[in-house]
T-cell receptor, first 114, second 112 residues
Framework: GENVEQHPSTLSVQEGDSAVIKCTYS??????FPWYKQELGKGPQLIID?????GEKKDQRIAVTLNKTAKHFSLHITETQPEDSAVYFC?????????????FGKGNQVVVIP | DADVTQTPRNRITKTGKRIMLECSQT?????MYWYRQDPGLGLRLIYY???????NKGEISDGYSVSRQAQAKFSLSLESAIPNQTALYFC???????????FGEGSRLTVL
């Protein structure tokens, strides 16, 4: 099955700087890659996703890039703010399989220092 | 009101006790899931259900059972709780296929 690795496990950034979290996946047929944000005491929430027919997707200060050849995808957060402090999970699956085969990474703790 | 509601939010119990975690949703989704979250291990799928009559085991189903009482309700049971089932449990829903999961706020279970 799919195996997803996230790096680094913890990331501290100064407010206003950029944060980048990288994930690698093992199944070359995976084609759906979501990112979830989990704030303290809450459930994960989808912030952005990408499908393998595009290499990059942006939504305001958040972007995701996908490198299918190298089998990795990254979350980019620009102009970080204190409310960006959270745990971020990446995941991957073949869209045909659906969410029940979604493999999550172990999560990255992002700390934005005011 | 939350779209996906879990009860209880926190529970402390003893080894050997039967525990039920309940989930209800107002999203109108057919697909519901139970996940377990442990520190440093991410989210792992316990059980999932595509509709009331369709229930499937996930990655880590041993020691757990589920019941889909209605489209909107999906319960997770631990028949005889053990300490290594201490974890944060999440219920989620989705529409068909691979797309957004809508998570509840979690149920923290401690087994002594």
């Amino acid at each position: 099955g799919e195996n997803v690795e996230q790096h680094p496990s913890t990331l501290s950034v100064q407010e206003g700087d950029s944060a980048v979290i990288k994930c690698t996946y093992s199944d070359s047929a995976s084609n759906y890659f979501p990112w979830y944000k989990q704030e303290l005491g809450k459930g994960p929430q989808l912030i952005i996703d990408i499908r393998s027919n595009v290499g990059e997707k942006k939504d305001q200060r958040i972007a995701v890039t996908l490198n299918k050849t190298a089998k990795h995808f990254s979350l980019h957060i620009t102009e970080t703010q204190p409310e960006d402090s959270a745990v971020y999970f990446c995941a991957a699956t073949r869209a045909l399989y659906g969410n029940n085969r979604l493999a999550f990474g172990k999560g990255n703790q992002v700390v934005v220092i005011p | 009101d939350a779209d996906v509601t879990q009860t209880p939010r926190n529970r402390i119990t003893k080894t050997g006790k039967r525990i039920m975690l309940e989930c209800s949703q107002t999203k109108g989704h057919d697909r519901m899931y139970w996940y377990r979250q442990d520190p440093g291990l991410g989210l792992r799928l316990i059980y999932y259900s595509f509709d009331v009559k369709d229930i499937n085991k996930g990655e880590i189903s041993d020691g757990y059972s589920v019941s889909r009482q209605a489209q909107a309700k999906f319960s997770l049971s631990l028949e005889s709780a053990i300490p290594n089932q201490t974890a944060l449990y999440f219920c989620a829903t989705s529409e068909e296929g691979a797309g957004e999961l809508f998570f509840g706020e979690g149920s923290r279970l401690t087994v002594l």
